[in-house]
């Protein structure tokens, strides 16, 4: 260590660290101090006498894993039993105890699994339990009480979870305050819209025919018709700043949001999105989150719903990494499992892969770590394992890129790092 170095707080080597900065750097360590990275080489200069130095040995170092679309106080009340899965009745939610021990849990589950940041989409007044606003509020105490143990970015949700919401509705919540923040910890950037539901239960909207008859229909609603309440509640966030979510499943209402979203937005789900429509997205810069483990899970029933042909063309992963689409994976959990290496795997079986693919694997990896940081409007700090970025950070036994996408799951996981603060160790 030099003599003007300051000691880092933790330096990790001996190892494998990939970066994921533009060039495609791998280091063999990080050095972290004050919560950002601050070397990925000659780390013995950064060494002092109260640094904490952790061996690798041999282990792969890769950037927190960030889910852009997770219930993270529902999960933290329901795991671990997700909603497509058994029958389980979910914890109550509706004391402020309740939501402070939801969210701990959700903590909890997600440092074990190496996510250091999270979206939690959809809080607001139109809805109780797991998504009310009071979550927000308690989202802030806990952040001025130090206790996240991942970086949260909200949408707020003015209407009903996979239900109806309405214009005047919207525009009374859009003026409503939210709580003062750190917003490297606690982000409020934008709102969830519901334009439709999902195929299975015959609410998404598209121009394809269900088996009673019918094809679904928008779920907002405004004094000048559905398609209209759509439009102006897409102005109106972007009037205030506000980047907008909206969930859309079926193609008609995939249209019909992306006719009014812009550069900083994105679609949620996207099952029955079209090549034409997956064109104009990369254009327009409009991004896609999807739940790989979802699509394969739900397939049967999109068939059962709307006919082989349909449920064959749905969730085309292929065509959107091909269209160039600001593509984030996410899990959606509770509805399934939040662990990455599950929906990683499942990618995989969508994509046709077999063996190791690390080219593959890497891009993929990056849909849950630099292209999240991008949609969640933070990619200037946060990401990638650079100087200068946070030090959010997760080590595996094994390098992901040379493990084929169906054997991820099997890789453990050993250390995570959320802003330099260990906050699981196996």
Same mark, same amino acid.
């Given at each position: 260590?030099?003599?003007?170095?300051?000691?880092?707080?933790?330096?990790v080597?001996?190892g494998?660290?990939?970066t994921?900065d533009?060039?495609?750097?791998?280091?063999?360590?990080?050095?972290v101090?004050?919560?950002?990275?601050?070397?990925?080489?000659?780390?013995?200069?950064?060494?002092?006498?109260?640094?904490? #130095?952790?061996?690798?040995?041999?282990?792969?170092?890769?950037?927190?894993?960030?889910?852009?679309?997770?219930?993270?106080?529902?999960?933290?009340?329901?795991?671990?039993?997700p909603?497509?899965?058994?029958?389980h009745?979910?914890?109550? #939610?509706?004391?402020?105890?309740?939501?402070?021990?939801?969210?701990l849990?959700?903590?909890?589950?997600?440092?074990?699994?190496?996510?250091?940041?999270?979206?939690?989409?959809?809080?607001g007044?139109?809805?109780?339990?797991?998504?009310?606003a009071?979550?927000l509020?308690?989202?802030?105490?806990l952040?001025h009480?130090?206790?996240?143990?991942?970086?949260?970015?909200?949408?707020?949700?003015?209407g009903?979870?996979?239900?109806?919401?309405?214009?005047?509705?919207?525009?009374?919540?859009?003026?409503?305050?939210?709580p003062?923040?750190?917003?490297?910890?606690?982000?409020?950037?934008?709102?969830?819209?519901?334009?439709?539901?999902i195929?299975?239960?015959?609410?998404a909207?598209?121009?394809?025919?269900?088996?009673?008859?019918?094809?679904?229909?928008?779920?907002v609603?405004?004094?000048?018709?559905?398609?209209?309440?759509?439009?102006?509640?897409?102005?109106?966030?972007?009037?205030k700043?506000?980047?907008?979510?909206?969930?859309?499943?079926?193609?008609?209402?995939?249209e019909?949001?992306?006719?009014?979203?812009r550069?900083?937005?994105h679609?949620?789900?996207g099952?029955?999105?079209?090549?034409a429509?997956?064109?104009?997205?990369?254009?327009?810069?409009?991004?896609?989150?999807?739940?790989?483990?979802?699509?394969?899970?739900?397939?049967?029933?999109?068939?059962?719903?709307l006919?082989?042909?349909?449920?064959?063309?749905?969730?085309?992963?292929?065509?959107?990494?091909?269209?160039?689409?600001?593509l984030?994976?996410?899990?959606?959990?509770?509805? #399934?499992?939040?662990?990455?290496?599950?929906?990683?795997?499942?990618?995989?079986?969508?994509?046709?892969?077999?063996?190791?693919?690390?080219?593959?694997?890497?891009?993929?990896l990056?849909?849950?770590?630099?292209?999240?940081?991008?949609?969640d409007?933070?990619?200037?700090?946060?990401?990638?394992?650079?100087?200068?970025?946070?030090?959010?950070?997760?080590?595996l036994?094994?390098?992901?890129?040379?493990?084929?996408?169906?054997?991820?799951?099997?890789?453990?996981?050993?250390?995570t790092?959320t802003?330099?603060?260990?906050?699981?160790?196996?």
């Amino acid at each position: 260590m030099t003599a003007q170095q300051i000691p880092a707080d933790l330096v990790v080597r001996g190892g494998t660290v990939l970066t994921f900065d533009t060039a495609g750097t791998v280091a063999d360590g990080v050095a972290v101090r004050d919560g950002r990275v601050v070397a990925l080489s000659d780390l013995d200069d950064h060494i002092g006498p109260d640094t904490e #130095v952790l061996d690798l040995a041999g282990r792969t170092v890769l950037p927190g894993i960030n889910d852009a679309h997770l219930h993270a106080t529902w999960l933290g009340a329901r795991w671990p039993h997700p909603l497509l899965g058994p029958a389980h009745e979910e914890n109550a #939610v509706t004391t402020t105890a309740e939501r402070r021990t939801a969210i701990l849990r959700a903590g909890d589950i997600c440092a074990s699994l190496g996510i250091t940041s999270y979206t939690e989409p959809g809080l607001g007044p139109g809805e109780s339990g797991c998504f009310s606003a009071e979550v927000l509020d308690e989202y802030a105490a806990l952040l001025h009480e130090g206790l996240l143990r991942a970086r949260v970015t909200v949408l707020r949700l003015f209407g009903l979870l996979d239900g109806a919401s309405a214009l005047p509705d919207f525009a009374r919540g859009l003026d409503t305050p939210v709580p003062d923040t750190d917003p490297e910890w606690l982000a409020v950037t934008g709102v969830k819209i519901f334009a439709d539901g999902i195929p299975p239960m015959r609410t998404a909207w598209t121009h394809h025919c269900y088996a009673d008859g019918t094809h679904g229909a928008l779920l907002v609603d405004g004094p000048e018709g559905r398609a209209a309440a759509l439009a102006g509640m897409i102005t109106l966030a972007h009037r205030k700043g506000l980047v907008v979510g909206v969930h859309a499943t079926g193609e008609r209402s995939i249209e019909a949001a992306l006719a009014h979203l812009r550069d900083g937005d994105h679609l949620v789900h996207g099952d029955l999105v079209t090549p034409a429509q997956l064109r104009r997205m990369a254009a327009r810069r409009v991004g896609l989150t999807t739940q790989p483990a979802i699509a394969t899970a739900m397939r049967p029933l999109v068939a059962a719903a709307l006919g082989d042909d349909v449920a064959a063309t749905a969730w085309p992963l292929q065509e959107i990494l091909d269209a160039g689409v600001r593509l984030t994976l996410s899990s959606d959990a509770p509805v #399934v499992t939040p662990d990455w290496r599950v929906h990683l795997a499942a990618a995989g079986e969508l994509l046709g892969a077999h063996g190791v693919t690390p080219d593959l694997t890497a891009r993929l990896l990056r849909c849950y770590t630099t292209e999240a940081a991008v949609q969640d409007g933070s990619a200037s700090w946060k990401g990638s394992l650079e100087p200068g970025m946070a030090a959010d950070f997760c080590v595996l036994a094994a390098n992901p890129v040379d493990v084929p996408l169906a054997d991820l799951p099997s890789v453990a996981f050993e250390l995570t790092v959320t802003g330099g603060r260990i906050v699981h160790k196996g």
